[in-house]
């Protein structure tokens, strides 16, 4: 059996199955030399413009860039980096429309030139052999180098394979019809083609080296063999011309006879293959140390005046390219980006020219049409006989549009190259290659979901397993601590002793204030002895409880009845004096009437009226107040709706009306302490402590800010009672509150301020919820 | 005596299969439910709760038993249709009180909003939150599975939930919706 290379040296090669032969249409642009462009006016260069990962952004709006500075800068293996084409400014950094079938936006770079085109320093090699193999990957890494074949594989990684490469394939098939880009390229660039390709068999040291042309560009081939006569280890093979020729697997078929296996890629098998256009980028790189920034872009189709290869800057718009070849502007412009066979339609022509685009269609409509002539499939066959990678497209086409995703797998779908050769031969003119994409897409984004589902249940049980974990060290530190505090006081030790004692005296404690309790409801009950002011704190607080128990029976019986008559009633026969009275009968209406900016003032003149307070008084007070909340409450949640519509003015008032209520009473507070300093009887004195924190408990939020300045505990009960009740009357309209203290936070910006927001934010919250239940 | 033979060999026969049968069922048990762990990998692992159960695989457990199979919410008319064939049931359409709109979301904090409360890492059935008490709290878009648990509990409500945006990664071919504006 005779070798590869014997093979190829007779000129007998391979076949790939399937293939087509579509109308050639080189013509219209093989004949003219590449012609270089005027700079746009501007330049849109995406950061990512190749598979894998955008780099990182190096340059800000309003820099100055010169031509080949680099823009992003590499992190991963799998990114490269995007350069300035010319000299200019960054004028913008902001999502544009890419080079992609979607007509999504990215990121990209906006560059106004400077029209002057100055290049940044640059360190020109002449010996590419003194570089060592890293010195030269990362040449290549930095200058940007994707495949420009189509696919835009990053060139270093390929170029950095570790493998024994027994052939380096250099497409130059340009198997795609009105694709002549390569084909000008080589012809006036074969020798740093050739230095490309030398650079890369330094790399790889591959035993062969074989560049692929079709026979249907004579020229170039001629050129090639040239500039490859003296060359032993660059054989130039010239293969007849068949679509889909120049597609990666097709062409190691045809030059070496291995079929590449599904889910293998070359290299694995000692087989590294790049693009003619890569080659002399990296040459262009390596040796004259020039990023990728430019490219060979074939500009063709009826609809041009003047059809012709154009050097474009990357990020140079469709639409510059046009207009420099003359574009007839029809009532339904259509445009391609890539060839007819594999491109895909442009959204609008403000898309950029990025490293893989190798050809701007503009075809006329007598051309390609864009109708869809669609019909049902008719079993020919004729799409199996065509497909290079010897699929079954009918039989996928059912499955795609059934969307049988496990049948589609089975049948290999992710074989297809797309190629578009079924398409072509369909005499149903069935856009299968469409059908495949949509499921290849779709199966795609299915398998993400289901990885992210696993990884959702692993964090899931993880998570679990972990709750389950410190729910047990709880415990056990519980028991642990339980077990400590009993063994401490049966030891016998004074410390033990003491603790014991602390309990039992507790203990009685708790006894003690039963029994009194017990007195007191008698006293109450009795009610014609002139009963102390601690006697009588103890009483109203009793009354209150009932009073409470009766407001909300009488709420569940009708909510119609006020409620505050009442508990006014039920306070009667306790009344300390006429002024408590008074102030309650104003907190109710009050109360009643929340939404009046007139509060202030009413609730002054009930603090004047108790301004020469016995203690008794105050604590009536605290509960008439607290008892106006309650009903203010109620009659909020009535309100709501209504109350929702005021405006944010009065409330303005009502909260400055309560800062001014907390100070007065905070004044009142202290008069309080210096009486309670008189009263002998400290027991007492504790009895109406809690009296009084039991009013405020009704008040659920925390008073932290306002207690911080307040020198004791009766202060800042006070202030918390004063500061429910302006939220009660704030709460229906607290979004408005809201914003009027974001607006004072913005003034102030100071920390107590924005806790207070938050704090206002989460109440006005609550009381949402509470009301929509 | 050619009954007693009979009834011997018989016996003898059944002592052997019972002993077969005996051995097989201790040597091939089958730990667990074998079909929790099929529809669990039917589920889509959001972990949401909104079948009423804490979870994905509570919810299989339940299916396993009996519940409902048309309240997963987030899973829609897919999931139900794959339950319905792994089950061996009619397909339901969704609990209307489950109908929702299971456009893929992530979480979002409003980070200049929130107040370090923590409660909404506690709610978070997959740790998609990181921050810590009176720190700001950030979700991880790649871990968030836009089960929704984290909104509710938080008291300022800074946290939103955002629909997916379509990149070129995750990007459908919808070949009618490709957004085709006159050229001029």
Sequence with gaps: MESVIERITRGHFWKFHGGIHPPEQKQLTNNKPIRQIPIPAELVIPLQQHIGHAGELLVKVGDKVLKGQPLTQHTTAMSVPIHAPTSGTITDIKNAVIAHPSGLSDRCVILAPDGEDTWRERQVCNDVNMLSHDDLISRIASAGIAGMGGAGFPAHIKASSQKKINYLIINAAECEPYITADDLLIRENSPTIIQGIDILAKLLKPTQILIGIEDNKPEAAKVLMQACENRTDIKVCVLPTKYPTGGEKQLIQVLTGQEVPSGVIPVNMGIVMQNVATCFAIAEAVIHDIPLIRRVVTVSGQALEKPQNVWALLGTPVKHLLDCCDFKRSSKPHLIMGGPMMGYSLPTDAVPVVKTTNCILAPSDKEISQENKEVECIRCGQCAEACPAQLLPQELQWSAKAKDHDQLQKLNLFDCIECGACAYVCPSQIPLVHYYRVAKAEIRQKHLLEVKAEHAKARFEARKVRLEKEKLAREEKHRKAAEARRARMNAGTPEGENAKSAVAAALARVKAKKAQSGIADVETSAESAPISPVAAAVARAKAKKLAAKKKAEQALLSTDTPSSEASLEQKAPLNANNATLESKENQASIANVSDKPSDATISKDGDEAISKPTKSAQVAKAVARAKAKKRAKEMQSEKAPENANKSAESKVTDSNATLTETATETEKASKTIREEKVIPNASSANKNNETKVSVSSETPDDTNDTAVTEPSKQDRIKAAIAKAKAKQQSKPKADLVVDDLKASANNDDSKEKRIALAIEKAKAKKQQRTEST | ?184
């Design chain 2, 1 to 184: 005596m050619s009954t007693l033979i009979a009834i011997l060999v018989l016996g003898l026969i059944a002592t052997c299969f019972g002993a077969l049968l005996g051995y097989a069922s201790i040597k091939f048990k089958v730990e667990g439910d074998p079909l929790v762990e099929e529809l669990d990998a039917l589920l889509p692992q959001t972990q949401c709760g909104q079948c009423g159960y804490p979870g994905c695989k509570p919810y299989a457990e339940a299916v396993a038993n009996g519940e409902a199979i048309n309240k997963c919410a987030p899973g829609g008319e897919d999931t139900i249709k794959k339950i319905a064939d792994l089950m061996g049931v009619e397909v339901q359409p969704l609990d209307e009180s489950h109908v929702a709109d299971n456009t893929p979301k992530v979480a979002f904090i409003i980070e200049e909003d929130c107040i370090g409360c923590t409660k909404c890492i506690q709610a978070c059935p997959v740790d998609a939150i990181i921050g810590a008490s009176k720190q700001m709290h950030t979700v991880i878009i790649d871990e968030c599975t836009g089960c929704d648990l984290c909104v509710a509990p938080c008291p300022v409500d800074c946290i939103k939930m955002i629909p997916i945006t379509t990149t070129t990664s995750n990007w459908q071919w919808d070949l009618d919706n490709i957004p085709v504006v006159q050229i001029d």
